[in-house]
């Protein structure tokens, strides 16, 4: 007979894949998120979310930041609470909502008076589109603000992407008080280019994916250290490694398990296991709710350290799901088809799809791609990426389900 956990009714498979993987429900009440926003009884805490130098800015951010990838017009109290508890680091971009993330925190900052200057405010711009400085001047307006504290160049897939007339706009942009420091975000080969930056003097920042499943390898490791021995700021994203894995591995119920049983979710976990490496100044979230919002702040504040136990359990899950994760190792798989369908760009639509919910985003992300891409979609032979592809993934079977789903 299956064991019944007390009070619910599940089995404990099935309590630890409705608790465990999903976390707090979003539609808690408002007792229900104030307490979310507090560490589990007796865990040690932080006072308010505790802060960190961004490398050789020498800026102190809070190690949970907020990504503004959300509706931010018609979430301006989510913006107040996050502000209330602490989390006054908030990132949006031009691309997020067509800038309409830019202006929900514009109307914020509106309607705030003196809320500016608590704010640490990062936006980015993808330098391929152009005219950066126009651009840039549109993004300050629907900002309401004369300028940013930190400034990326978003998506880049390489170091080459940081041109010696980048450097230059960049250096102008600081004189002309547009934002005080400078980067760029990554989603892919995010260790060449962190290995890139290192050797920049004039890269103050950048934004990775980091997690879980790619903070152990030694490539990974050795890129981190070289930006902070460069004074490279580094600010983590994508920390949750992808979601739940859609499969009932045994490696992902231990490990849900493992985590209830110690009184937070595997995804707060997986925030706490980012947050060990000091060297990381803070994890951009992408936090829709209060619920999350909630959630995360009580990681932040709940000083529990993991144990080795814990890490070898999130391991023992990355390696056991790796064939269900996009690393972002992108230019692995472009060689092996020629460069002719970007991979890991299609992946990061089924990503946003899949794991974020965020369908709109994802079919707006599909439809950047060029017509040419999408017309050779399906119809490229994988063969060579598949087997060159250090995750395993079904690089055949998941084209088709973004032409399918996206297209």
Same mark, same amino acid.
């Given at each position: 007979?299956?064991?019944?956990?007390?009070?619910?009714?599940?089995?404990?498979?099935?309590?630890?894949?409705?608790?465990?993987? !999903?976390?707090?429900?979003?539609?808690?009440?408002?007792?229900?998120?104030?307490?979310?926003?507090?560490?589990? @009884?007796?865990?040690?805490? !932080? !006072?308010?979310?505790?802060?960190?130098?961004?490398?050789?800015?020498?800026?102190?951010?809070?190690?949970?930041?907020?990504?503004?990838?959300?509706?931010?017009?018609? $979430?301006?109290?989510?913006?107040?609470?996050?502000?209330?508890?602490?989390?006054?680091?908030?990132?949006?971009?031009?691309?997020? %909502?067509?800038?309409?993330?830019?202006? %929900?925190?514009?109307?914020?900052?509106?309607?705030?008076?003196?809320?500016?200057?608590?704010?640490?405010?990062?936006?980015?711009?993808?330098?391929?589109?152009?005219?950066? *400085?126009?651009?840039?001047?549109?993004?300050?307006?629907?900002?309401?603000?004369?300028?940013?504290?930190?400034?990326?160049?978003?998506?880049?897939?390489?170091?080459?992407?940081?041109?010696?007339?980048?450097?230059?706009?960049?250096?102008?942009?600081?004189?002309?008080?547009?934002?005080?420091?400078?980067?760029?975000?990554?989603?892919?080969?995010?260790?060449?280019?962190?290995?890139?930056?290192?050797?920049?003097?004039?890269?103050? @920042?950048?934004?990775?994916?980091?997690?879980?499943?790619?903070?152990? /390898?030694?490539?990974?490791?050795?890129?981190?250290?070289?930006?902070?021995?460069?004074?490279?700021?580094?600010?983590?994203?994508? /920390?949750? %490694?992808?979601?739940?894995?859609?499969?009932? *591995?045994?490696?992902?119920?231990?490990?849900?398990?493992?985590?209830?049983?110690?009184?937070?979710?595997?995804?707060?976990?997986?925030?706490?296991?980012?947050?060990?490496?000091? $060297?990381?100044?803070?994890?951009?979230?992408?936090?829709?709710?209060?619920?999350?919002?909630?959630?995360?702040? @009580?990681?932040?504040?709940?000083?529990?350290?993991?144990?080795?136990?814990?890490?070898?359990?999130?391991?023992?899950?990355?390696?056991?799901?790796?064939?269900?994760?996009?690393?972002?190792?992108?230019?692995?798989?472009?060689?092996?088809?020629?460069?002719?369908?970007?991979? $890991?760009?299609?992946?990061?639509?089924?990503?946003?799809?899949?794991?974020?919910?965020?369908?709109?985003? @994802?079919?707006?992300?599909?439809?950047?791609?060029?017509?040419?891409?999408?017309?050779?979609? /399906? $119809?490229?032979?994988? /063969?060579?990426?598949?087997?060159?592809?250090?995750?395993?993934?079904?690089?055949?079977?998941?084209?088709?389900?973004?032409?399918?789903?996206?297209?």
């Amino acid at each position: 007979m299956k064991e019944k956990t007390q009070n619910t009714g599940l089995t404990r498979r099935e309590f630890v894949k409705t608790v465990g993987l !999903a976390g707090l429900a979003a539609g808690a009440g408002a007792s229900q998120v104030l307490a979310a926003a507090e560490p589990k @009884a007796g865990a040690p805490k !932080a !006072a308010a979310v505790p802060k960190r130098k961004l490398g050789k800015t020498g800026v102190d951010v809070p190690i949970l930041n907020l990504g503004c990838m959300i509706d931010t017009i018609n $979430n301006q109290l989510l913006l107040k609470q996050a502000r209330n508890w602490g989390v006054t680091y908030w990132d949006t971009a031009e691309s997020y %909502g067509n800038g309409l993330s830019e202006e %929900g925190l514009g109307r914020y900052f509106a309607r705030n008076p003196g809320a500016r200057q608590e704010i640490f405010l990062v936006t980015k711009l993808v330098a391929k589109k152009g005219d950066l *400085s126009n651009r840039l001047e549109q993004s300050l307006k629907r900002l309401k603000t004369d300028h940013v504290d930190l400034f990326f160049i978003h998506a880049i897939c390489g170091i080459e992407e940081m041109t010696p007339a980048i450097k230059e706009w960049a250096a102008g942009m600081k004189k002309a008080g547009k934002f005080k420091f400078f980067g760029f975000s990554t989603h892919t080969n995010m260790e060449n280019c962190l290995a890139g930056a290192a050797k920049l003097d004039w890269i103050d @920042a950048a934004m990775i994916t980091y997690n879980f499943r790619l903070m152990h /390898t030694p490539k990974m490791q050795a890129a981190v250290n070289a930006c902070v021995k460069a004074g490279v700021g580094l600010v983590a994203m994508k /920390t949750q %490694g992808g979601g739940p894995v859609k499969c009932d *591995s045994e490696a992902e119920l231990k490990m849900a398990g493992r985590f209830v049983e110690k009184g937070f979710t595997d995804k707060q976990a997986r925030l706490k296991a980012v947050w060990e490496n000091p $060297n990381i100044a803070s994890i951009c979230s992408q936090m829709p709710n209060l619920t999350i919002l909630g959630a995360n702040v @009580a990681a932040a504040r709940d000083l529990t350290k993991l144990t080795q136990g814990d890490f070898d359990s999130m391991r023992e899950y990355a390696l056991e799901t790796a064939c269900g994760y996009c690393a972002g190792c992108g230019r692995i798989c472009m060689a092996a088809v020629d460069g002719q369908v970007p991979v $890991n760009d299609v992946m990061r639509c089924l990503m946003y799809h899949r794991d974020y919910g965020e369908p709109d985003l @994802a079919r707006a992300a599909f439809a950047g791609l060029t017509e040419e891409v999408r017309q050779r979609l /399906t $119809n490229l032979d994988y /063969t060579r990426a598949e087997q060159a592809c250090p995750q395993g993934l079904p690089i055949t079977r998941l084209m088709r389900q973004a032409e399918e789903m996206l297209a």
